[in-house]
């Protein structure tokens, strides 16, 4: 038998928070009537998705017929998200983090972009053709969770599909950055990742890093390149392009941007003392590991059916500052010494056909 209907009326609120939901949810309530111009933050919106609590909200007509309660629906629900005091706080934290890209050189141009999922299908991101130095709150965009551009009056940037394919993806990711950082650029354009148990807030904030197959930016091919790694990895390279890294806020997404980028330069310069590498132990790095689960974030040695093919650390090459990535971060993209094989034999077929046909 169905739990009967039990609503809430928050209609007269402008804001619902976390402990809204939570009264809610300890009252039994199944729907939250709210007004159309309400806005719900984000962790409201999760804990109630948690606990079965649906939004009777005036813009639904449904919901607005099966809770004769709600408030009238007032014009554009989306406009108003958009002007609410959560998003500008948001806008300008894409603006700080787009100057801060610009000012470490992590784009170049127009290059890089920034956004964040402020409800279950919208999102605010940064618009195309604009340095991010230049970028301003107006500039920012809201689109949908299929990237139809919603409020804003600049076009959004046409990057955004691999943003929208890693929050479909990865529950846990608010915000998204893509950028350009020269290092850890250098390791995309080589097929290589660093090497782990050398630093350890790298070990920590980032760790493992899969590389994903070159594809032509901004198509949708490209945007689905990074699925098969986003679950557990927050940093992706991009093979022949840049990084993208997923966190729950737009300021950490970029610390992870840092904290790569850094990692990169540093295994760099001390490629040029000519000394081998000195490596964290296994064990200490276990510790490292246990304090990356109590934070919550991801990384593939957490996952206990792939630890045995994600060791710790490069073991194979102990002192290289670049390594091949290993079979637990590879899905279909990397290329494998089979595909290098058979790449090889049809490259030369051609080229003894070519020589035959002479
Ligand atoms: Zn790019």
């Avoid at 920034?114 to 991010?132: Q, Y």
Wanted: proline letters at 7%.
């Amino acid at each position: 038998m169905k739990n009967e209907a039990k609503s809430i009326d928050l209609s007269s609120r402008k804001l619902i928070a976390v402990r809204d939901v939570q009264d809610a949810a300890r009252a039994g309530a199944t729907h939250i009537v709210a007004a159309a111009n309400c806005v719900v933050t984000p962790s409201a919106r999760d804990l109630m998705q948690q606990n079965g609590i649906e939004l009777a909200a005036c813009k639904c007509t449904a919901a607005a017929a099966a809770q004769p309660s709600a408030a009238a629906p007032a014009q554009a629900p989306d406009r108003r998200l958009y002007n609410s005091p959560e998003a500008e706080a948001i806008k300008k934290e894409i603006c700080s983090v787009g100057r801060k890209l610009w000012m470490r050189q992590f784009v170049d141009g127009n290059g890089g972009n920034i956004s964040f999922r402020i409800g279950p299908n919208e999102v605010l991101c940064t618009p195309t053709l604009m340095s991010k130095y230049d970028l301003t709150p107006e500039d920012i965009s809201l689109v949908d969770l299929e990237g139809n551009q919603i409020a804003g009056s600049r076009p959004r940037t046409s990057e955004l599909l691999m943003h929208l394919e890693i929050y479909k993806a990865v529950p846990e990711a608010k915000a998204v950055v893509h950028c350009h950082p020269p290092h850890a650029t250098a390791y995309a354009i080589t097929g290589r990742v660093p090497p782990n148990l050398v630093i350890p807030e790298f070990e920590v904030f980032v760790g493992k890093v899969a590389i994903s197959p070159y594809e032509t930016p901004g198509t949708k091919t490209f945007a689905e390149t990074v699925i098969p790694y986003v679950k557990q990895h927050n940093t992706v390279l991009l093979s022949n392009h840049g990084i993208v890294c997923w966190a729950d806020t737009v300021t950490h997404a970029e610390w992870y941007a840092e904290v790569l980028d850094t990692y990169c330069w540093t295994l760099m310069n001390a490629a040029q003392l000519g000394a081998p590498l000195s490596f964290i132990s296994e064990q200490k790095g276990a510790d490292l590991l246990n304090l990356k689960k109590k934070l919550g974030l991801p990384d593939a040695r957490l996952d206990p059916a792939r630890m045995k093919e994600c060791q710790l650390s490069d073991l194979e090459m102990p002192s290289a500052i670049a390594v091949e990535p290993a079979p637990c971060e590879g899905g279909s993209g990397v290329t494998s010494s089979a595909d290098v094989d058979s790449l090889v034999r049809s490259v030369t077929d051609a080229v003894m056909e070519a020589i035959g046909s002479k």
